[in-house]
């Protein structure tokens, strides 16, 4: 099946240790995303990215940094990781570009990041 | 600044009941919204878009500009329909500001 992949499922790090999560697409979508999602809380973006053209939001913490080195892979970059940044990160695509569909989000399954 | 609003974090309603899952925005530009699901242990999902006006097992929402809601109904609830909503409104280059989502449980 096409879809959007997260490895791992879950990831352990210590205080301080730069982690590094993957999500890959086989949908071949112009489109990926990254959101922080807390316990009982909204799905939060951080960036995304539009081919190669990255779009950070504004209150991104600078702890937070991503890749695109092809059109199928995207990492997300978490420099020294705090007790406050523990959370599900969900990865999206979507194809971008007007016309109806096409911002239509395909979602991965996560990754829960702990800090110990 | 846009926002979304779902004021129910809990939703309890026996199989064959109406549901209706409630959700304000707030935006100042043109709204499109979307209703987003997440079954058990599956991923998030899109369940239906405001400017398709379709019907998704079952399920309709309605855009309502002056009372700036975008209520998701179902006539009668089944069991299969428990799962958390999201209520999402997209705002400028592709981004999808989420509601905190409503979690919905049809008992049998």
């Known amino acids: 099946d096409a879809m959007v992949i997260q490895n791992p499922r879950y990831q352990v790090t210590q205080f301080g240790k730069p982690v590094t999560l993957s999500c890959s697409q086989t949908?071949?979508?112009?489109?990926m995303y990254w959101y922080q999602q807390k316990s009982s809380q909204a799905p939060k973006l951080l960036f995304h990215y539009y081919d190669k053209d990255f779009n950070n939001e504004a209150d991104t913490p600078d702890n937070f940094q991503s890749r695109r080195p092809n059109t199928s892979f995207c990492f997300l970059d978490i420099r020294s990781p705090g007790l406050g940044d523990a959370a599900m990160y969900l990865c999206?695509?979507?194809?971008?570009?007007?016309?109806?569909?096409?911002?239509?989000?395909?979602f991965g399954p996560g990754t829960r990041l702990l800090v110990l | 600044a846009q926002r979304v609003t779902q004021p129910e974090k809990l939703l309890s309603v026996f199989k064959g009941a109406p549901v209706e899952l409630k959700c304000n925005y707030s935006?100042?530009?043109?709204?499109?919204l979307f209703w987003y699901v997440q079954y058990s242990r599956q991923r998030l999902q899109l369940l239906l878009r405001?400017?398709s006006r379709e019907s998704i097992k079952g399920f309709t929402a309605d855009l309502n500009k002056g009372e700036t809601s975008f209520h998701l109904k179902k006539p009668f609830a089944q069991e299969e329909d428990s799962a958390m909503y999201y209520c999402?409104?997209?705002?400028?280059?592709?981004?999808?500001?989420f509601g905190e989502g409503t979690q919905l449980t049809v008992n049998p």
């Open positions: 999402a409104l997209q705002t400028s280059g592709s981004r999808l500001t």
């Open positions: 935006y100042s530009g043109s709204p499109e």
């Open positions: 949908l071949n979508h112009n489109v």
């Open positions: 405001h400017i």
């Open positions: 999206a695509t979507s194809r971008g570009g007007s016309g109806r569909g096409r911002e239509t989000q395909y």
